[in-house]
């Protein structure tokens, strides 16, 4: 008699990962330009360039293959041809794989000025003088992340515990087979950008302050803050994911035939399950603000026919692009089987039990989604401009100009193919012929499968442009002067999304319990056959804008 075989386990478990990260530090920025207590007729300039140009680049090219061959068998076991009795029973044998690949991720953390102050000023000027304070101020952030990625996923995988024979044998003869599962745990996750940027607090305060007779006083104050990220998901060719799995398991094709006595066969269960997950080209874009922007613009003072002015640029522009394309496979074959016994042609009775058969395939695919939030990237506006107190015949003006422009384009191009093939099988019994009774009985089948697809999501926070608020006053004009105040406040903001899908579902199957026989015996014939229950749910979400 040949006892059990021991179980047979064979497991893999797989990980790569390829991840960037970036922090900026933060910068402080404080600009004084004063031109104070100037000579009569003299002439006098302050000229201040500040420019913080900060540049982050992440370009990742990333090729995995992972195959995977495995085999675990415990069956094909013989106990015939005895005198007396023969038995074999070959004992369980699970075939898993665990493989997690995580590729080309790009964390980018960077603060584009932190606290910044402009302080600029003509103050306490000579008669006839000319005082010019010229400021200009560059904030420049830009963060590129490139990726191209490739990943082949093979599995081939086969468990088997049947085959076992126990036939002609003088005695009675036995055949039972252990259970076969085979698993597959499949993780791919790829193309991952993960940018926040902090945007600057800008308070500018400007004054022409006790200005001398006849004098001509200018400030000019030019800020500019321009933020771009570009986030390119395959730029050469589409992202491109390839899952081919194939998964066996068997306990079936047992025999107990042509013996003198019993026949009796008993069959193990069948498991095979599948999980598939794959997160492909996400983007997460945050910008915060950085405060709200305070400006303070006067003209105070003002000397007998003197030329005052100030002109306050504040250009804000952010632009977020993503570009996404996938090409994803999921090519899946399912085998459940425990039929195919037979125990015929006994003597005595003979006896055909299968056991069940269960499948289940858990298959999620994510690809192309774009989170951003611009937080009111540039903040809120509080101003104060006032000409306040001016000499006669003086001539003062304060124009200010806001313009925050605000761009988010998101391009996403997708073609996934979800191929289902499930075979669950536990009939095909046979107990024929027996001088004894014939009983045949086969396993149930439960298949439950779940496959979702979400791809093509873009959600857009809070593009609205922060508060505007601003107070003009002329107070206190002196006789004969003109006192002028112009702002201008512009916002554009454009919010481009663009989806292109293509998703197939194709799922095929064969679930038998039947093509049992009890036919032929002297005793009873009894036929058993098992249930079969099949669930399977596939949900797409695509090309969805929020």
Avoid at 503 to 516: F, I, K, Q, R, W
Wanted: overall charge negative; charged content about 15%; aromatic content about 2%.
């Amino acid at each position: 008699m040949l006892k059990k075989w021991q179980k047979i386990p064979a497991a893999i478990a797989m990980g790569a990962a390829t991840l960037a990260f970036a922090l900026t530090p933060v910068l402080a920025v404080d600009v004084t330009s004063t031109n104070e207590m100037t000579g009569s007729g003299s002439t006098n300039t302050t000229t201040t360039d500040v420019t913080n140009t900060q540049t982050v680049t992440n370009d990742n090219t990333s090729v995995v293959t992972n195959t995977f061959t495995i085999t675990a068998t415990t069956g094909g076991n013989s106990a015939s041809d005895n005198t007396g009795d023969g038995e074999v029973g070959s004992g369980d044998a699970a075939s898993s794989v665990t493989s997690d690949t995580t590729s080309n991720v790009n964390t980018t953390d960077l603060s584009t000025a932190g606290t910044m102050s402009v302080d600029s000023a003509n103050s306490v000027t000579g008669s006839s003088s000319t005082n010019t304070t010229d400021v200009t101020v560059t904030n420049d952030a830009t963060v590129v992340n490139t990726n191209d990625l490739e990943v082949t996923n093979t599995l081939d995988l086969l468990s088997d515990t049947g085959g076992n024979t126990a036939d002609s044998n003088t005695g009675n003869g036995t055949a039972s087979s252990g259970d076969a599962s085979a698993n597959g745990d499949v993780s791919t996750t790829g193309n991952i950008n993960d940018t926040t940027v902090s945007m600057a607090a800008d308070p500018i305060d400007v004054s022409n302050d006790t200005t001398g007779f006849d004098s001509l006083n200018t400030v000019l104050v030019d800020v500019s803050n321009t933020v771009t990220v570009i986030n390119d998901n395959a730029p050469i060719v589409p992202t491109t994911i390839t899952n081919d799995m194939s998964l066996t398991s068997l306990s079936g094709g047992n025999s107990a035939d042509g013996n003198t006595g019993d026949g009796s066969v008993d069959g193990g269960g069948a498991d095979t399950t599948v999980s598939l997950a794959t997160d492909v080209n996400s983007n997460m874009v945050d910008i915060g603000a950085g405060g709200d922007l305070d400006i303070n613009m006067s003209n105070d003072t003002t000397g007998s026919s003197s030329t005052n002015s100030m002109d306050a640029s504040v250009t804000n522009d952010l632009t977020v692009v993503n570009t996404n394309d996938a090409d994803i496979l999921n090519d899946i074959s399912m085998l459940s089987d425990t039929g195919g016994n037979s125990a015929s042609g006994n003597t005595e009775d003979g006896s055909v039990d299968s056991g069940n058969a269960g499948l289940m395939a858990d298959v999620a695919t994510t690809a192309n989604s774009n989170d951003v939030d611009t937080g009111g990237a540039f903040g809120d506006i509080d101003a104060m401009l006032s000409n306040s107190v001016t000499g006669s015949s003086s001539d003062n003006t304060i124009d200010l100009s806001v313009d925050n422009t605000n761009t988010v384009l998101n391009d996403n191009v997708v073609d996934v193919d979800n191929l289902l093939d499930i075979i669950g099988l536990t009939g095909d019994n046979s107990a024929d012929a027996n001088t004894g009774d014939g009983s045949a009985s086969s396993g149930d089948v439960d298949v439950e499968a779940e496959v979702t697809t979400d791809v093509n999501f873009n959600t857009t926070d809070d593009m609205a442009a922060g508060d505007v608020d601003v107070d003009e006053e002329n107070t206190m004009t002196g006789s004969g002067s003109t006192n002028d105040i112009t702002d201008t406040i512009t916002n554009t903001l454009t919010l481009v999304n663009d989806n292109d899908s293509d998703v197939l579902n194709d799922a095929t199957g064969t679930l038998d319990t039947g093509g049992n026989s009890a036919d032929g015996n002297t005793g009873d014939g009894e036929v058993a056959t098992g249930d079969v229950d099949l669930e399977l749910d596939f949900t797409t979400n695509e090309n969805m804008n929020m």
